[in-house]
């Protein structure tokens, strides 16, 4: 095994996880408690797909409100940032106030940095809260809060996969909006969700790194 260096660790809210921040010699890595490896900034394609994506599905892009639901390790906020223009508007929540530190830190020299970009608006809270809001409205919402719609992170997570969550996701949309979730696994009750929620469906098959290996699967959703 690589030689490991912790950086930092943080508790998840509401459950007993921790994640664990380690650097290696070129790359860094977050570990779950129980579950070991849960992102790294070697394997990051489909996280930058998620936020690529969505956006490129847009009319309008240059003047995009998007919601990102989890920074990570910063590549969906720097892909969307890279998608959209410079009257864009970025919002990324984040429960853990660590994950938002560490990409502030060491961990965001992978990203390029994309906190710092003027656009880019923190929301230190679950997206949920956001989702639940009825005054807000998004041309994108990307969410990427867990592992996939089993939600085993934080159980919190579950609703966000639920009908009642993505009724609620749904209504926030603009029109002609995008909703796009990521998951490391395919999941065919869930797609069957969506599409049972009133939303047209494209699942896209992406690899993790590269041209070959993992795939990861996302979920790109329009009303109607």
């Known amino acids: 095994m690589k030689h490991r260096t912790l950086l930092g660790q943080a508790n998840v809210p509401g459950s007993d996880q921790v994640l664990k921040l380690y650097r290696l010699k070129d790359d860094c890595l977050i570990t779950l408690s129980g579950r070991g490896e849960l992102m790294s900034t070697r394997k990051h394609a489909s996280e930058a797909a998620l936020g690529r994506l969505p956006c490129q599905m847009l009319r309008q892009p240059d003047r995009a409100d998007v919601l990102i639901g989890g920074l990570g390790m910063g590549f969906t906020l720097a892909a969307a ?25 060491e961990l965001g020299e992978h990203s390029g940095h994309p906190l710092r970009d003027a656009r880019t608006v923190v929301y230190p809270g679950d997206v949920a809260d956001l989702l639940r809001d009825p005054a807000r409205r998004f041309d994108v919402i990307a969410l990427d809060v867990d592992n996939g719609p089993e939600g085993f992170s934080t159980p919190g997570n579950g609703w966000l996969y639920s009908p009642a969550g993505i009724a609620c996701a749904r209504e926030r949309l603009e029109p002609d909006g995008v909703l796009a979730y990521w998951s490391a696994t395919p999941d065919r009750p869930f797609a069957r969700r969506l599409r049972d929620g009133g939303l047209r469906v494209s699942e896209r098959s992406v690899f993790a790194h590269g041209d070959k290996g993992v795939r990861h699967t996302l979920w790109l959703c329009r009303t109607g």
């Open 81 to 105: 940032l890279r998608a959209t223009g410079a009257q864009a508007r970025i919002t990324v929540a984040e429960l853990v106030p660590e994950i938002v530190d560490w990409n502030l830190g």
